[in-house]
């Protein structure tokens, strides 16, 4: 067993969960949405395991690293982060809602590794001279775990943009929209900050790499593109008082703005992050 046939089989689990938690919000079935869950927590044991195995691996190759250095292993590590957090936040919450906006966007990303799009490349191969730096592992966990706490706000956004102001059929059981909202400022509260320090850490390894903090690199503007919107909505929340549904749809577009940063720049503009895709 190697750790591409556990993101394989990570892929059919995360579709499962997404599943479970459709059947869950239409019955409301403690069981189904218990089993959802289970799913999520299986998928990022999963995606722990195949991480360790790929770090072992690259050791015995005399390649030792951090699982974290092309898009594929990034993109496992993105998946692992929503999985986890999602589960932190269901538990403190005590809300299952957020399951079938959250866990269709882990399955793509997953299933997008185990399919080898664009850019996937799942042998182990040795560093470039770049990722050869202490700094890779503090800029890409910072940088990931943000992007897992801003997919559950896309993803508690999205439910409260859907719900509305309707009380009837399945929308009598999504919780207040209060709690919708609350919960996506917690996430921007937990993504900003370690946005803001994957921000940090990367001009570090920017100037140990390339000799320069910032170059205006298409993914470092995109970062910062990123970080200015996550900023003006906290800065409209403490300043102007911005809830609800504009608050819900400035959420949305930072989310975009990070698949985007991620995956666009990666795919579409030639940079000097253009390594994340060989």
């Known amino acids: 067993m190697n750790d591409t046939f556990l993101v394989s089989i990570a892929t059919f689990v995360s579709l499962a969960a997404f599943v479970f938690y459709m059947v869950w919000i239409t019955t409301k079935k403690d069981i189904i949405g218990k089993t959802g869950l289970f799913l999520v927590i299986a998928n990022g044991i999963l995606l722990t395991i195949s991480m360790i195995l790929r ?69 182990i191969q040795p560093l470039v001279p770049a990722l050869k730096s202490n700094w890779l592992l503090a800029h890409v966990i910072t940088c990931f775990l943000s992007y897992g706490a801003f997919a559950i706000s896309f993803g508690a956004s999205l439910a409260y943009i859907l719900k509305g102001d309707k009380t009837d059929g399945i929308w009598k059981y999504f919780p ?35 000799g320069s903090y910032w170059s205006w690199d298409p993914k470092e503007t995109w970062s910062l593109i990123t970080w200015l919107i996550y900023a ?33 720049v990666n795919l579409l503009i030639s940079g000097l992050h253009s390594y994340a895709t060989s």
Not at 75 to 83: L, Q, T
Not at 91 to 111: E, H, Q
Not at 236 to 251: C, E, M, P, Y
Request: hydrophobic share 50%.
């Open 176 to 210: 207040d929209k209060n709690l919708l909202d609350e919960i996506n400022y917690k996430a921007i509260l937990i993504g900003f900050p370690l946005l803001t320090l994957g921000i940090i850490t990367g001009a570090a390894w920017a100037h140990y790499a390339w």
């Open 55 to 123: 770090t072992v691996e690259s050791f015995k190759m005399g390649w030792p690293r951090a699982p974290f250095t092309n898009l594929y292993e990034s993109m496992v590590f993105f998946s692992w982060s929503i999985s986890w957090l999602y589960v932190l936040f269901e538990i403190r919450y005590k809300t299952r809602v957020l399951g079938p906006f959250v866990t269709p966007v882990n399955f793509l990303i997953i299933a997008y590794t185990a399919l080898e799009g664009p850019g996937i490349v799942k042998e």
């Open 232 to 264: 003006a909505y906290l800065h409209a929340r403490f300043v102007s008082g911005w809830k609800g549904k504009k608050a819900a749809i400035l959420s949305i577009v930072g989310f975009m703005a990070v698949l985007f940063t991620y995956l666009g």
